[in-house]
């Protein structure tokens, strides 16, 4: 019996499909300009970190965090260091730095909680 009727996709076919692309705005710096804010935004939370700024850290990698398609690097360099910064604090600091973050900011780090959950 032929079953390749049932593989095609016929959503393709519909004119008000909704994909990806139409729910936000492609980011305005461009994918290596993503990568490159990430990486330095990595560098300054490495070297908040090791000056024992952990608010600080937290809310740089907070700003301007990578969205899109084609920014998995920065993404994941993005995620690594929420999780450093998360690490390196001890569990009775963090509600004292979770109050300094703004709304938006613990929006986008629950995000990032989200995430890593849900990869494991």
Do not use: H, W
């Not at 908040?48 to 084609?70: E, M, N, V």
């Amino acid at each position: 019996m032929d079953t390749a009727f049932r593989k095609i996709d016929i959503g393709q076919y519909d004119e008000d499909r909704l994909v990806p692309q139409d729910l936000y705005d492609p980011d305005p710096r461009g994918p290596d300009g993503v990568l490159a804010d990430a990486r330095n935004r990595s560098a300054e939370v490495r070297s908040l970190l090791s000056r024992g700024d952990a608010t600080g850290a937290l809310a740089t990698i907070l700003t301007d965090c990578p969205y899109g398609d084609g920014v998995d690097e920065a993404k994941n360099l993005t995620t690594a260091a929420v999780l450093s910064v998360l690490n390196s604090t001890r569990s009775t600091d963090i509600p004292a730095i979770l109050k300094n973050l703004d709304g938006a900011q613990q929006d986008k780090l629950m995000a990032y909680l989200y995430k890593v959950s849900t990869s494991r």
